[in-house]
């Protein structure tokens, strides 16, 4: 039986350059493709009809509404999935994510608090609240005085810096310098670009990184004013083409895997 490849999330070029430097049978999809697990062998709708087709190894990459069922049912195949189907599922709640993280990292001593539904909180210093599960600056709300919010959320004290993130794939370790018009600050603005990488981020990311069993990952931390460090986030599928470097270690990666 002929087994295939699938590769999930990347839009084209991405995937085409995957596919071109891959000598074997691939399917790609830019969005979520039904799948099946049958008697332990998945099978995927077929890149251009619905017909199933056996897969062997698969690369997941991206962030999709209701993705979560996908990533239990890959982890429920149990085979071969970059990154590990399981740690995905475990990371893929963004806040249950972060709270599990700090059983890891030596930079999440900052107090968090956590608010229910339509429960107002009030506060006289300045804070950030947290909720839902995307990234890139969504779902982030800073205040000082009641908050309330139709979702539950994690409270954070707003704290004053340098946002930075540490890029982790395989054995290849990046920092980024996040940055933005306001106080949101992420990979995608203009003017974030790589820096110097802290030995103690790097460490702490490794730690977190072994933690979940993950093989490529992103954490972000703010540098505060005084010099501290304190996790903010975890990124179980960070971005990878923002910069060419990474992308090109990231290709190199997978094909490895593969």
């Known amino acids: ?138 779902n982030k709300a800073r205040f000082t005085g009641v908050w309330s919010s139709e979702n539950p959320a994690i409270i954070e004290h707003y704290l004053k810096g340098q946002a930075v993130r540490v890029v982790v794939i395989g054995d290849r370790y990046w920092q980024i310098r996040l940055e933005g018009d306001d106080w949101l600050k992420s990979i995608h603005h203009a003017d974030a670009a790589l820096m110097e990488l802290d030995g103690e981020l790097l460490d702490d990311t490794l730690n977190v990184r072994d933690g979940f069993g993950l093989e490529i990952m992103a954490n972000d931390y703010i540098v505060a004013e005084d010099g501290t460090k304190h996790l903010l986030e975890v990124n179980h599928i960070p971005n990878v083409t923002r910069f060419l470097e990474i992308w090109e270690a990231y290709c190199d990666y997978v094909v490895e895997w593969i």
Not at 52 to 60: A, E, G, R
Not at 61 to 89: K, Q, S, V
């Open 1 to 138: 039986m002929r087994e295939y490849t699938c590769i999930v999330g990347f839009d084209e070029p991405e995937s085409g350059i995957l596919q071109q430097r891959l000598d074997m049978p691939i399917i790609a999809h830019d969005v979520l493709p039904g799948i099946m697990l049958k008697d332990g062998q998945l099978w995927v709708e077929g890149g251009r009809s619905a017909r199933m087709l056996p897969v062997s190894k698969m690369v997941f990459h991206g962030i999709f509404e209701n993705d979560l069922d996908f990533l239990t049912g890959l982890a429920l195949w149990g085979g071969p999935c970059l990154p590990n189907a399981r740690a995905m599922m475990d990371c893929r709640l963004k806040l249950p994510c972060l709270i599990r993280a700090l059983d890891y990292t030596r930079f999440g001593t900052s107090p968090r608090g956590y608010v229910g539904p339509y429960v107002r909180f009030d506060s006289d210093t300045e804070r950030v609240a947290k909720w839902g599960n995307w990234h890139c600056g969504e």
